[in-house]
């Protein structure tokens, strides 16, 4: 990226006054804005400094100055989020300021090595910016004008990097840190995420859908990535059979936090009551235990999931647009995700569900839009899914169907 | 043929960035899926053990999240030097080196807060806040992002540092009504007060009028000719000024310096850990959208979140708190008041009345 | 009635041979169909043996014969349901048999003359059939000829007796025992079902509303008039200081049920864990209790309701058709009901709702359904009363409404 | 001018009948409000504790509902004899008659039983059952209520006189889908299968065709012609057999002697006690419409009532067991089977499905 046109201002320093922006230098909390300036100054970057010029306008006037475009790399059409100024009349310099959104690896797992590579080259083409990460999950590198867009690309690519999605495209994945750290974790996230990613990379490029599509792979029900209420389609790990109950570990918990928690914390705190006091231990019924990993947070040491694990698939998250926020619904309560061919069923049948929204979804209309107004009956007709009690909370309460004989 | 089809590269498509190669901490590989339990032994650190007896160290760190090549180089730096040159970062932009060395710890912990790097975040901490774009880089946003996060995080650098909540809290934050920051234990979003102002000039020039139509919730918008050309019009007494129009087209301005107020949520809820997962509910709106440092709003946040600090009880999520106690205390404490926007009137507002004669007085 | 036409059948008895009904006199719980018999072979009312006659028809085809019409009395539009027999050709005895719905006294309560007065007008004008009580509340005189009705209605009135509601009418009221033998009513259901009744009564006889409107007066939240689900407008008994304790008395019953029982089926049952257990008795948090009841239930005699007694109005409830069941919403959560002028203001807002509701409603639309369509912020201020906290569950979850200011 | 007006008498508006003209024993009157405590020594026995010390009891007994004039006189006989002259019925078709004298309760019994009305339906039994008006009077009814009422009592007769329940049972019938009766512990409600067929003859001639229009809820009837009459059509693939139309007009043709199914609803609950009053979920349906006994439906009904009986914690109503024990294994302990058309698709579907990862296996 070019830096020639950057003269200092009259104050000899490179960046203009931004007398309202700079309060936010101040204060314990690492400041955005200091990391910015800085940057500007060391690689003079004048797209750095119109950026917080027209920042320090946003402050002052209240409103933003960004509109949209069309900018992508070749045989993509999805990935690069552009930004022209609406006020370049005003400041120039910010005229451009596109974002690339690369699709990290799963679990946000990283080494020094691909980090420096990727900072280098993102100085060369860029305006130094990260984002580390944006909320679907993406590594957004921010501030790249078009014309460096794609041998910047081309660049991260040849070491591995991808664009993310946007637009009306399967979206960039996002994953719990899974079992890389996590106990809990009920399946192989990192492994799931990046083989159905890998197996739609057509449709994150190339939007072609109705409206986005989200993935997201939570190791257990904690749901560490939100998953639930942020993607069309949520893979929540889960168990079949009991919880392990290590008794002298619940003895030992016993001894450090008291009864009274294991009663108030641990006992009354199961959903379904699933759980009783016996002796110095504790029972689990199991067939009233609902998964909810209260107690196994609570007493990690003593407490552990099943050994027959795999996931469940929730459908339908979403924020609040047009319907108001939706969490994702049980539509399948177990499938297993250990084997290739396990992972292979999965896609067959994430591809059958992609498929059928693809037919039936209006323009702009979330999957779990399009389920909410065919009804859920006519999408697991649809995607040929038998109907399980776990995908309701009860029974319909009003006499308004199509009975079938 | 254009520039760019003339090179040569071939792109390869790889999706994802491939994990597998070499992005995991070799304590990590080693005990893959094999992990036994964990711990929190102090605010920002946690540990993990594995079936192995391995025993791994991580200490988390806040970052701004909007940073800069030299902000990851710093922390490639740390990684080398503590975390055999492995890092990962959260699903809330903090970022985590580990070490199996408990000796090195504070050591660790004293070179990320040197190079800026808070530590906290673990546990019933209050962690980093969920940050979307705002007026730095979105072409729909009323407010900041940036400035937001930092200026909540300043006030709320206690409760990062240090686990003292009943339960963990999550806050996110909302630079349109959109929200793609997601629902959160306290959310702050942008909310209207006045129906979008159409700008006829550009209108049929940049949308197309059927997919404006379509895009409003409650069929507001309908075609209209303005000055002999095609446009559309809004009736104001259907629109509930949500917005969702301008997301479709930037000619139905809906953002505006004064009428673009802050509402706060809150009881959102993502686990299923106890009660099921809970979408968050609207307790404060019309707050002045007040840069840089949006005092009114801060100020709602902290009244919650002390109020839940003294009546929460261990383990129970803002929500559940308020769930026991009752909405009506919830305002009590809090010093907030309940009107009649908070009674739901949607499509599925039925389902939120009180169809019973349980009363608090 | 006229009993001339009715010559014997062939076996020599009254009545014609009902096959399929007979079974329905087997049993131990009391049949409705013995009863007819027995009524008919004694007055030799052929309208009784028509509709057996029909009725075995209906059995055995699986069908209905009856339909409406239209027959009143001078100066009223409701009360009587009109019933023509389709199958008239086949079975000419019932013709008709319309019925007239009375209104009882409130609570059900009754001395045996009136009930004996009443049996003989009726036995001497219509079938002698009667229904104690219909589902809204009437008692219900069944199987009139159109010839007789107006003389019957006149020498009821005269005994006190007056029509129902019937059609886009108030309708007739319904209350609980209440005061007359309930230790927890807390306000004298009685008298506010009569006096709200009385104050609308020609609204009950002349229907001139978009659809029909039900009162019910439970004396508490136990509601054993369903009004919560079967009444427009429901007065459910509450009170606004705390549950009277006697502990001396919560010790006997604990010496009688058992530690475990309060433990399991009071404390534990309170919904908002309301009720502590202090030594031998116990203690409620008076903010935490919602007056649900159950504790006061279970243990009668130990406590009892406070001594501020009032009435919520509830509103909305109703059954499914077209929206699905409905319970009626917090409206009004406290209102006082001692005072003559305490009742008069309760009906003045009553006549404000009302009014509101006429004007507002569609077509077959009931309260509730007004209230959903139009918000019920809408109905707040079209009624003058201030949005609470009790009104609902939960604040809004979604943005999606006219922010004022 | 016509007869009735010529008629001399002229109307008073009395509205309920008066109760303050002598409705109330005596003993009633004096404690009238100032009742202390109350208790329920045995089924079909209620005692009252008044303030001053009275003590009353109820003797409660099941009567038909549809009964005649010897049944009322038999009672006003009972009730002379025993009670002072007055009695009272339940708002469920159960009569009362009360006395002070403790000593006199067992002839009191006696005497009711000995004229066909059973003593029961106190407290924890399964007491007698909404009745609607089905074959007998209704001029829209798919099936009978007398009949179902009388065969279900038969087969709970046991239930009736003895309270064995963990709490309160109610039961409802609805003979047609608009269901009079409300919602119950568990209710047998008409479901039709089939649209209605329209009678094209009497359409135009009985109806107002836009109030049958407007009367479906998911606007499945439109105008049309038929051999050149305005008339009305129904779009099958939108009707859901709901039967509105039919109460709008009798041309709507919805009953049908092998399409109109029963269907089973359980866990209605209007009291406030403990749990919020809760709106019943359908469980089975399909069931033939059998008369004269229904033994399909009171199989269903029966299962359901010993499950509970088995499995219910005191004080637990039907819906508040199966909330505990939750739906899966509701319907493996009632031997009933979970099918697609369970999963609500109406206008507040989304509110019931499970928007969690909570699971049981
Ligand atoms: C960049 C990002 C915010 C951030 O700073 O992190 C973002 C930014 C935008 N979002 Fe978002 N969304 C981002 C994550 C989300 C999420 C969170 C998630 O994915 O977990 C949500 C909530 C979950 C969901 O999908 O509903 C989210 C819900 C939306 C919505 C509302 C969707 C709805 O159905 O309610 C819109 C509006 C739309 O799609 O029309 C939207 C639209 C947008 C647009 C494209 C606005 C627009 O129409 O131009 C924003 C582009 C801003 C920009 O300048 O880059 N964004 N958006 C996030 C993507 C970064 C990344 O790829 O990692
Ligand atoms: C007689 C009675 C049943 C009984 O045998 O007890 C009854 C019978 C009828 N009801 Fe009902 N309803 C009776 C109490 C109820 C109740 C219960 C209550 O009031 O507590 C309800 C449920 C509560 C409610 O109001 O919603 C009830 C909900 C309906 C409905 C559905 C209303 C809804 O919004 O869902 C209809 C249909 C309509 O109104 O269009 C209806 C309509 C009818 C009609 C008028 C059917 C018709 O359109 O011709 C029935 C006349 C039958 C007849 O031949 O007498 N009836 N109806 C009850 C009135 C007797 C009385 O006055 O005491
Ligand atoms: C087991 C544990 C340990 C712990 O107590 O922190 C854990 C527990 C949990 C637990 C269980 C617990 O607290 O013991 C819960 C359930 C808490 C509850 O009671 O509701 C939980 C809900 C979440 C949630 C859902 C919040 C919600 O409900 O909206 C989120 C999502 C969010 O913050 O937006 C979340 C975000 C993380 N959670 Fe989480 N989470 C863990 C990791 C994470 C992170 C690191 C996942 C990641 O891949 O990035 C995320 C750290 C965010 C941060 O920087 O602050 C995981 C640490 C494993 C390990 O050794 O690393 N956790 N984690
Ligand atoms: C206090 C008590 C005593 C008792 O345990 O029976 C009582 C308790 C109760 C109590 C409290 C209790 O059981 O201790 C409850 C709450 C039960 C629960 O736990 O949910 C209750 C819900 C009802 C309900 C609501 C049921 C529901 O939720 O759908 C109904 C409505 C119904 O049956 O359709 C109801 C119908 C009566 N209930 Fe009731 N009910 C009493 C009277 C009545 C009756 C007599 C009212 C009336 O005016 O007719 C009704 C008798 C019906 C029958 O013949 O079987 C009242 C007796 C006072 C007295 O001394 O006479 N009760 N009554
Ligand atoms: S979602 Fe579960 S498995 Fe994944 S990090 Fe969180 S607690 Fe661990
Ligand atoms: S996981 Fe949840 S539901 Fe299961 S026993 Fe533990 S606390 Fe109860
Ligand atoms: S919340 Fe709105 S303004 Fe902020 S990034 Fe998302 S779409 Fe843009
Ligand atoms: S702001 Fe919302 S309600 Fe108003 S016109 Fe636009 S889309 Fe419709
Ligand atoms: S509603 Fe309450 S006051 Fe009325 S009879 Fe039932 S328990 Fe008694
Ligand atoms: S009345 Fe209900 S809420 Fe109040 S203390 Fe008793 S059980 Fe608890
Ligand atoms: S349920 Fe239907 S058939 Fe039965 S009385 Fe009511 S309206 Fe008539
Ligand atoms: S049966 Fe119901 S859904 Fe079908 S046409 Fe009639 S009213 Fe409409």
């Known amino acids: ?405 | 043929m254009t520039e760019k089809a003339k090179r040569e590269y071939k792109t390869v498509e790889h999706g994802p960035y491939d994990y597998r190669n070499d992005t995991l901490h070799p304590v990590v590989l080693k005990n893959y899926g094999k992990w036994k339990h964990h711990d929190n032994p102090r605010p920002g650190v946690l540990v993990s053990v594995a079936e192995s007896g391995d025993v791994l160290y991580t200490v988390r760190a806040g970052t701004a999240r909007q940073i800069t090549v030299d902000n990851v180089r710093t922390l490639c730096d740390l990684a080398d030097k503590h975390s055999e040159g492995y890092m990962r970062f959260t699903v809330r932009n903090n970022v985590e080196l580990m070490t199996t060395d408990e000796s090195r710890i504070d050591a660790l912990i004293a070179d990320l807060e040197q190079a800026g790097f808070p530590v906290g975040g673990t546990s019933n901490t209050v962690t980093n806040i969920h940050h979307t774009q705002g007026w730095l880089h979105c072409d729909i946003p009323a407010t900041d992002a940036s400035g937001v996060v930092k200026s909540m995080m300043d006030e709320l650098m206690h409760e990062f540092r240090h686990a003292e909540m009943p339960a963990k809290v999550r806050l996110s934050t909302g630079c349109c009504a959109i929200n793609c920051s997601g629902q959160a234990d306290i959310a702050v979003i942008v909310k209207h007060t006045r129906p979008p102002r159409i700008n006829h000039e550009t209108l049929a020039k940049t949308c197309e009028l059927p997919k404006v139509v379509a895009r409003c919730p409650v069929a507001a918008i309908r075609p209209t000719r303005v000055d002999g050309r095609l446009s559309l019009e809004v009736v104001e007494e259907k629109c509930m000024y949500c917005g969702a129009c301008f997301g479709a087209c930037p000619s139905m301005e809906i953002n505006h310096p004064e009428h673009s107020k802050i509402a706060i949520w809150v009881g959102g809820k993502n686990s299923n850990a106890r009660t099921k997962p809970a979408i968050m509910k609207m307790v404060a709106h019309g707050l002045p959208n007040n840069p840089p440092r949006w005092p009114e709003v801060n100020k709602v946040v902290k009244d919650i979140l002390m109020a839940y600090k003294k009546g929460g009880r261990p383990y129970e999520r803002l929500g559940e708190w308020i769930e026991r106690i009752g909405w009506k205390r919830f305002f009590e404490e809090t010093g907030l008041s309940f009107d009649v926007d908070m009674i739901d009137s949607y499509r599925m507002a039925r389902t939120t009345f009180n169809k019973s004669a349980h009363i608090r007085f």
Chains 1, 3 share one sequence.
């Open chain 1, 1 to 405: 990226m070019s830096t020639k046109d950057n003269p200092s201002n009259s104050n000899g320093k490179f960046l203009n006054p931004t007398p309202i922006l700079d309060d936010l230098e101040k204060g314990p909390w690492p400041s955005f804005l200091t990391g910015f300036k800085k940057l500007a100054e060391r690689t003079k970057k004048t797209m750095i400094r119109g950026v917080l010029d027209q920042l320090e306008y946003s402050y002052k006037t209240k409103m933003g100055y960004w509109k949209g475009g069309l900018v992508s790399v070749v045989g993509y059409g999805a990935g690069i989020i552009t930004r022209y100024s609406l006020i370049q009349d005003k400041i120039p310099e910010a005229k451009e300021f596109h974002t690339m959104r690369l699709q990290p690896p799963p679990g946000l797992h990283y080494n020094t090595k691909m980090l420096r590579e990727l900072c280098d080259i993102w100085e060369k083409h860029g305006s130094g910016i990260v984002c580390m990460h944006g909320q679907t999950g993406d590594l957004m590198l921010q501030g790249v004008p078009e014309q460096n867009v794609q041998e910047c690309f081309d660049e991260l690519n040849r070491k591995g990097w991808d664009l993310g999605g946007a637009g009306a495209s399967v979206r960039t994945g996002a994953s719990c840190v899974g079992p890389a750290r996590c106990d809990d974790s009920c399946y192989d996230t990192l492994k799931v995420h990046y083989e159905v990613l890998k197996h739609f990379t057509g449709l994150v490029h190339r939007p072609e859908f109705p409206y986005k599509l989200k993935f997201k792979f939570a190791g257990c029900p904690n749901d560490c990535v939100n998953s639930i209420m942020r993607s069309d389609i949520a893979f929540i790990g889960t168990f079949r059979d009991a919880i392990k109950v290590d008794n002298a570990e619940v003895k030992n918990w016993v001894q450090k936090n008291g009864m009274d928690s294991l009663v108030n914390n641990v006992i009354n705190r199961c959903p379904t009551k699933a759980i009783t006091l016996k002796g110095e231990g504790i029972e689990i019924e199991d067939k009233d235990c609902v998964r909810c990993m209260h107690c196994i947070n609570v007493m990690s040491k003593a407490l552990s999931i099943g050994s027959d694990k795999g996931l469940s698939l929730l459908m339908g998250g979403k924020s609040h647009l047009k319907v108001g926020s939706m969490l994702g619904s049980m539509i399948v309560p177990f499938v297993k995700a250990e084997t290739d061919e396990d992972i292979e069923n999965l896609i067959e049948l994430l591809e059958r569900i992609i498929e059928w929204w693809d037919d039936n979804a209006f323009d702009h209309e979330r999957l779990g839009e399009t389920i909410e107004r065919v009804s859920l009956k006519e999408f697991l007709k649809g995607v040929e899914l038998e109907p399980d009690i776990n995908m309701v909370n009860t029974p319909r309460d009003n006499p308004y169907f199509k009975a079938e004989f």
